[in-house]
């Protein structure tokens, strides 16, 4: 069973930053992502840190959003700057580990105009 809460989320003006936060109970060096949904919207894939520590980023989100992985606190980030209302979401966690997916509860990130 791997738990992973996020955390981070909150409201801020366009062309800010947030930092998400992603503590896992898992394998630290499984392939981690970050997803986000917004209302009415499809859960889309936005950042993912591999097992072998690349990086791959959803084309809208690319140059403003970095994912990034703390091996030792079993925790992966997702920095986010330039944001803007476009971005506004609640953003998921993800890991597909021992055949099973797991999901955190999300936290949600609004950007005003």
């Known amino acids: 069973q791997v738990q992973l809460v996020e955390s981070g989320g909150g409201l801020v003006q366009a062309g800010g930053s947030l930092r998400l936060s992603c503590a896992a109970s898992?394998?630290?060096?499984?392939?981690y992502d970050w997803y986000r949904q917004a209302p009415g919207n499809q859960r889309e894939l936005v950042a993912t840190?591999?097992?072998?520590?690349?990086?791959n980023y959803e084309d809208s989100v690319k140059g403003r959003f970095t994912i990034s992985r703390d091996s030792a606190k079993n925790t992966v980030y997702l920095q986010m700057n330039s944001l803007k209302p476009s971005d506004t979401a609640v953003y998921y966690c993800?890991?597909?580990?021992?055949?099973?997916?797991?999901w955190g509860q999300g936290t949600q990130v609004t950007v005003s105009s």
């Open positions: 840190f591999t097992a072998e520590g690349g990086t």
């Open positions: 898992g394998s630290p060096f499984a392939t």
């Open positions: 993800h890991t597909y580990q021992h055949w099973t997916h797991y």
